[in-house]
């Protein structure tokens, strides 16, 4: 836990390489903070059995120039994976002037759990932000919503590209939701060359817009946020050790050019037409 004021953040901070494990609710905690690095950690409740609330593997509130990278947000409910609870892998809210934030690179694998909604990354005022090469798998099958990237309140200036996301949830009595863009019409996005999947068959959708659904990946491929976007299953180089290297040709080279030059193995990636995930 890492929290400043809201005139005096607390600035250049760094938390790396650690295992953060069997925590009742949230992995790492962060408010009010400027330039602070959250890189190489795993956060996971692999054998708590009890005692649990909803997991939020990263929180952070009130930051500027926050660089989240190479992160495993993984195994929530392993020591009992019907326990009653939610899941956000990551939230991420209420940026401050300054400088950008940089979320990338990061494995988000949601497992078990039953009952509250799950979200792979919830997204809310959060300007001059990028979320580039990211992860996000989700097998948990609660009775609530389920949503791969959700955005919300208005975001200046705000990136979502060469992201994995791919719901394996059932059909349930809620909806199944690749990216919720809710109040896009007032924000300024770069949102392309993403891969959103979806098992589920009802109550599914690629995506939403505000008040618009996209149902199938044709549709969102012709929206101005799903140029160069594909829809595919991923398969993963050994997902029982963590690696989540896709290994189909779909997501070869499939990217853009964003700048960031090795993926969480450290392997360098193509400079020019990357592949997805992280």
């Not at 330039?35 to 956060?43: C, E, F, L, R, V």
């Not at 140029?227 to 299953?233: E, L, P, Y």
Request: contains cysteine.
């Amino acid at each position: 836990t890492l929290y400043g004021g809201s005139d005096y953040p607390v600035r250049n901070n760094r938390i790396l390489n650690n295992k953060s494990s069997d925590f009742t609710q949230c992995g790492i905690s962060l408010g009010n903070t400027a330039n602070t690095t959250i890189a190489g950690n795993t956060i996971s409740r692999h054998t708590r059995n009890a005692s649990m609330s909803d997991y939020y593997g990263i929180l952070s509130e009130g930051h500027s120039g926050l660089l989240i990278e190479g992160n495993r947000l993984v195994n929530p409910y392993g020591g009992n994976p019907s326990a009653y609870g939610g899941f956000r892998g990551m939230d991420i809210e209420q940026t401050q002037q300054g400088a950008w934030n940089n979320i990338r690179n990061n494995v988000i694998h949601a497992t078990g759990g039953s009952g509250n909604e799950v979200t792979g990354i919830y997204s809310a005022f959060t300007d001059k932000t990028n979320y580039y090469h990211n992860t996000i798998e989700i097998e948990s099958s609660p009775e609530a919503g389920v949503t791969g990237f959700a955005l919300y309140g208005n975001a200046d200036s705000l990136a979502f590209t060469n992201n994995i996301v791919s719901l394996r949830s059932e059909s349930g009595r809620n909806e199944r939701i690749g990216l919720n863009l809710a109040n896009a019409g007032q924000q300024i996005l770069s949102i392309s060359h993403n891969n959103i999947y979806l098992k589920a068959t009802t109550a599914a959708y690629v995506a939403k817009v505000d008040q618009a659904v996209f149902t199938d990946i044709a549709g969102w491929q012709a929206s101005p946020f799903g140029v160069a976007s594909i829809g595919v299953a991923p398969v993963y180089a050994d997902v029982a050790n963590g690696n989540f290297t896709p290994i189909i040709s779909p997501f070869d080279n499939a990217g853009a050019p964003v700048g960031v030059a090795k993926d969480i193995l450290g392997v360098n990636r193509s400079m020019t037409t990357p592949d997805l995930g992280a």
